[in-house]
């Protein structure tokens, strides 16, 4: 330990300094011999402070403060080749190169850390990289894994559940996700994929229970696809005016959502409010030509047909 060599070192240097007097008061040939073994100790503790793996890991985290990831990289790998078990070297190389997307490689290092540690937050990283290699079945076993260790590990049973909901197995995502919701309380991530799997089910009471909680949070990144999917749910229901508010928040938070401009051009469309509808339909059909292929037969817009600014659209 670094900590510990410099206290060593501190302690040599200090009786250093106490045998130098005793030998100046005595010239005692044994005080002589004592010097020169602390003088080669204390060489040995000022080799084990600048070699010691530690250091890598100091300059290391350093440099990842620095956003020097690279250098960071290089670092931590020389730490590991001093100290194999090292595994705060370990999980920041495995950080840092799952924010460079260097999956492959943070998995190798993942799966010596486990070699290392059969901890649960090891077991849950090495899940959430296998997740990213669209390795679901191995995700799994991960996640797993860690439950063994702790059968309340939280981010497991999300990490189950987003692998369920990759594989479109959605009653086992919901399950698993509302798993993680007893055990960490409300979490917004987790109500968006639940109301999400409710709205695919077409559980669409149910569905708006979890998207309010989502959209009364006001900060999340896909807050515009619960608005978005809060107006399909709507619109289904022909409150045309609701829908047209859910649809206005989606593209309000997100202007160049095409799917948003559409569904509120046809929420105007059943209000028979044109001017509205061909002012959104323009918007969508700008970000999209997808859109005005679409429109000409939608069904939405019947009360356009002999519109001539409708006809100019879809032409």
Do not use: C
């Not at 005595?26 to 003088?39: H, R, T």
């Not at 993942?110 to 997740?131: A, P, V």
């Not at 044109?274 to 859109?291: G, M, P, Q, Y």
């Amino acid at each position: 330990m670094v900590g510990g060599s410099i206290l060593i070192l501190l302690a040599i240097l200090i009786f250093i300094v106490y045998m130098i007097k005793i030998r100046k008061k005595n010239n005692n040939k044994v005080a002589i011999i004592i010097l020169l073994i602390l003088i080669m100790l204390s060489g040995g503790a000022i080799y084990s402070i600048f070699t010691s793996y530690q250091l890598y890991d100091i300059k290391g985290h350093k440099l990842e403060s620095e956003n020097k990831s690279d250098d960071a990289l290089e670092s931590y790998k020389k730490a590991i080749k001093k100290n194999k078990n090292d595994t705060f070297a370990y999980n920041h190389i495995i950080a840092i190169l799952m924010q460079q997307g260097r999956f492959e490689e943070a998995l190798e290092y993942s799966s010596k850390l486990i070699e290392i540690e059969k901890k649960t937050d090891n077991y849950i990283n090495k899940g959430n990289i296998e997740w990213e290699l669209n390795e679901y079945e191995k995700a799994l076993e991960s996640y797993e894994e860690a439950i063994k260790i702790d059968e309340k590990a939280p981010l497991a049973y999300y990490g189950i559940g987003m692998v369920y909901f990759a594989q479109e197995e959605y009653e086992k995502s919901f399950d698993n996700f509302n798993r993680y919701i007893e055990i960490v309380g409300d979490d917004i991530d987790a109500y968006y994929y639940m109301g999400t799997i409710k709205f695919i089910a077409s559980d669409h009471d149910n569905a708006l229970i979890y998207l309010d909680k989502v959209t009364l949070q006001g900060d999340y990144p896909n807050i515009y696809i619960s608005y978005f999917l809060k107006g399909e749910i709507y619109y289904g229901k022909e409150d045309y005016q609701s829908a047209i508010k859910n649809y206005s928040k989606s593209i309000e938070l997100n202007v160049n959502f095409g799917d948003g401009y559409y569904n509120l051009a046809r929420a105007y469309g059943k209000l028979n409010d044109a001017d509205n509808a061909i002012k959104n339909l323009r918007k969508a059909v700008e970000l999209s030509d997808k859109f005005k292929e679409l429109a000409a037969t939608d069904g939405a817009f019947n009360s356009l047909l002999e519109n001539d600014k409708f006809i100019d659209i879809i032409r």
